[in-house]
C-alpha cells in the first residue's frame, strides 16, 4: 500500500508539472504582421549556444510587448540595441534592435528605462545591430522562466499575431520610412533595356537621408529608367539619388538592382 501510495503521489506531482509547464507564458507573437522562423534555439553560435529564436522580418517591422511588464533599455557590443522585458511569471529579451548607432531607430518613441507597458504595446523595431550587422534583418527574442532560458519556439507556433494598425502612431514610426541614397562617384556602365535599363557606379561616397551606416564603396548596380540614362555615359562623374523606399537587408547590403535611381547630376 505503500508503495502505491508514492507512486500515485510522484504521478499526481508529475502530472501538475506538466498542466504548469503547459501554461503557455505568452500568448502574443512579437513581431507585427508575422516573422519567418525555425526552433533554432541551441544552435552553436560564435559565442556559445543561440539562447532564443531568431524571427526574421523587415528592418522597421514593429515589434509589441508579449506580456504586460516593465522595459529596460540597453546597448551591447553583440546585442547591440536591446529591451528587456518583465512580466510577471516570465522575462524576455528583444536584440538586435534597430539599424544605426542611435536609439531613435531601435525602441518607441517616450519609452524610457522602467517604463510600465501594456501586452501588446509597440516596443521597438526589427533591426541588426551588434553582431547582427552582416545578418538579415531580425529579432533575436528569448524566453526566460526564472533563472531558466528556453526556447520560446512552442509558444511562439501557437501565438497570436498581431497585424499592422495605421491609428497607432508607434506602427508608423520614421523607423518604417522610406529612405534614399546620396551616391557620389564615377559611371562605370550605363544600358538601356526598352524601357528599363541599368547603371553601374564605382562609389565614392554613399550618404542615407535617415542616416543609417552604409559604409560600402565600390560597384553599386541600380535600376534606372531609359530616359535618365539617355544622358549618362561611362566615365562620367555623378552625383546619384536613388529613390525612397523602406529599408530591407538587401538594400543595407547594397545588392544589385535593389535601389532605383531617381535623378542623375554630373559633377564637374
Known sequence: MRIALLISVGLLLAT????????PPFGLFPVV?????????????????????????PCGTPTVAVVAGTVRLDYGDRSGWMVTLTGKDSWYRYIHMGVRGDASSAFAKGLKNGSTVKEGQVISYVGRTGD????????????????SVVTPYPWLQAATILQPDPTDPAMMSATNSAVSLTIKGTVVWAVSTGTDGRLLIRARSIKASDGSTISRTGIIVLKADSTTLATIRAGQTMTLVTAAVPLTSERLDLKPLTWSLATATRTR
Not at 16 to 23: H, K, N, P
Not at 36 to 53: E, K, L, Q, S, V
Not at 132 to 147: K, R, T, V, Y
Open 132 to 147: 547582427a550587422a552582416s545578418a538579415p534583418c531580425h529579432l533575436h527574442f528569448e524566453l526566460h522562466l526564472g533563472d
Open 16 to 23: 501538475s508539472g506538466m498542466a504548469a509547464a503547459a501554461t
Open 33 to 57: 504582421g508575422g516573422a519567418h522562423y525555425t526552433d533554432d534555439f541551441g544552435n552553436p553560435r560564435g559565442g556559445g549556444a543561440h539562447d532564443g529564436n531568431d524571427l526574421l522580418a
